[in-house]
């Protein structure tokens, strides 16, 4: 979408159900409780009729948002830019399999900040729990910032660009005021740049990449590598990163670039493997099934990495970071585990039940066409429970069932499918590779 365009399309947003009540309250599970993070909205022209703008919050969509249009999407608010959650039209199994099977495309809310300076590195040392250091020019990082209570304040991909210069490609929620303000008594810039990200995730994605770029695939491109390559004679990032568990890459479009000529490029050469766009709710599934935390949802403030599972991304063989000495004190046990219910998909938000009693609820939730059952992150009250638990649960359909806790990533617990070692994928429902 030209950029001139942006403004008018995200300020023609209207609520999907007029009435509101309803709708919200479905999304909630029927808890009443009616918060702005779970509207959603369709995009259509609306006549400007003045009034009080200044009240006005601007929600813009991604600048290829055009290529899912014909499935007439559900948008929701992703880091202040709309994101689609589902689509009105196709069906969310068939683009699961395509995606699982072959190739999609999926335009993210992703929010990347630029930290540049000669005490880049130092600054980000101190912010992030994984030393900075070790990463070369041309690498990702996934990376967590912590409060100085242990809690966690964000996780996202950092991009070593230059020696002097990162991007940090954020998860959703707020994190860009205080991490500028941590670059205080640093020789350090920290700015948004007006990236948009998307995201090419299938076993034929690195394909659509040979095919799209100048000189065809970058050399080398390994897990969490970052290259430059030319599409079209426009130079452009792409990593070997994503969010579905699956072989993929992701490309950076910046303001200098031409965006709807690499955009029509990138669609054109994976039109040749039956690509097309995917929603959020497809994606979430696979990120369910491979054990991908959702910020804001799986984990936030009060908890502490190591109840989320992310022992691995505290390093304290690195000098000093924030919340150091409340991680060392805190308890290392993790309380995050994956759910399967059989007959049902448990419901996001409810509690989970063993023994009459409640022992932890449901962070996140979807229906896996692979397991050929529902699927969950749950967090548990108490970390002595663990794999093969039963626990009652109540699903999308109101029915309580019972569940069993399991491990996660519940498949390819070596993540050899994002890294390229295993692309098959499942011929049968319930099958697993």
């Not at 009240?55 to 899912?68: A, D, G, I, K």
């Not at 948009?196 to 299938?202: A, D, E, L």
């Not at 994605?205 to 970058?218: C, F």
């Not at 004679?233 to 000529?261: A, C, K, M, N």
């Amino acid at each position: 979408m030209p950029r001139e365009h942006r403004a008018g399309f995200a300020s023609a947003c209207q609520l999907k159900n007029p009435s509101g009540t309803r709708m919200l309250e479905e999304t909630l599970g029927g808890t009443g409780n009616i918060s702005s993070h779970h509207v959603e909205f369709v995009v259509a022209p609306v006549t400007s009729t003045g009034g009080a703008r200044e009240f006005r919050q601007s929600m813009v969509p991604h600048p290829l948002v055009h290529q899912e249009l014909p499935h007439e999407p559900h948008f929701g608010i992703y880091n202040g830019r709309l994101r689609s959650i589902s689509y009105a039209r196709g069906s969310a199994d068939d683009i699961y399999w395509r995606l699982r099977r072959s190739v999609m495309l999926s335009h993210t809310g992703e929010l990347p900040t630029e930290i540049r300076g000669p005490d880049a590195e130092a600054m980000l040392d101190r912010v992030f729990t994984r030393s900075v250091g070790k990463v070369r020019v041309g690498r990702c990082s996934y990376q967590i910032a912590c409060y100085p209570d242990g809690g966690v304040a964000m996780d996202g991909v950092l991009i070593r660009l230059e020696a002097d210069r990162f991007w940090y490609v954020q998860s959703d929620g707020e994190f860009y005021g205080w991490l500028r303000a941590q670059a205080t008594g640093f020789d350090v810039e920290v700015f948004h740049p007006d990236v948009w990200v998307s995201q090419v995730q299938g076993p034929r994605s690195l394909d659509v990449l040979a095919a799209v770029a100048d000189d065809g695939l970058p050399e080398p491109f390994n897990y969490f590598d970052a290259a430059r390559v030319r599409i079209g004679g426009e130079p452009i990032l792409v990593t070997r990163t994503g969010f579905t568990s699956e072989l993929g890459w992701e490309f950076y479009l910046e303001p200098h670039s031409d965006i709807q000529s690499i955009g029509k490029l990138i669609w054109d050469a994976g039109r040749r493997y039956d690509m097309d766009t995917t929603p959020a709710e497809v994606t979430n599934a696979r990120r369910i099934e491979g054990g991908l935390l959702f910020a804001g949802s799986d984990f936030d403030e009060t908890v502490t990495p190591f109840e989320v599972g992310f022992e691995g991304l505290v390093d304290f063989a690195k000098g000093d970071f924030i919340g150091r000495c409340a991680l060392e004190a805190a308890d290392r046990r993790c309380r995050t585990w994956g759910l399967t219910c059989a007959e049902g998909t448990p419901r996001h938000g409810r509690t989970l039940t063993g023994a009459s009693s409640q022992v932890g609820r449901v962070t996140s939730s979807a229906w896996s066409p692979t397991l050929q059952c529902g699927i969950a992150i749950i967090r548990l009250d108490d970390p002595e429970l663990g794999t093969g638990a039963k626990l009652d649960v109540e699903c999308t359909d109101g029915v309580v069932r019972t569940a069993t806790v399991c491990e996660l990533p519940m498949y390819d617990k070596a993540g050899d499918i994002p890294r390229g070692r295993a692309a098959d994928s499942p011929e049968f429902p319930g099958v697993i590779a």
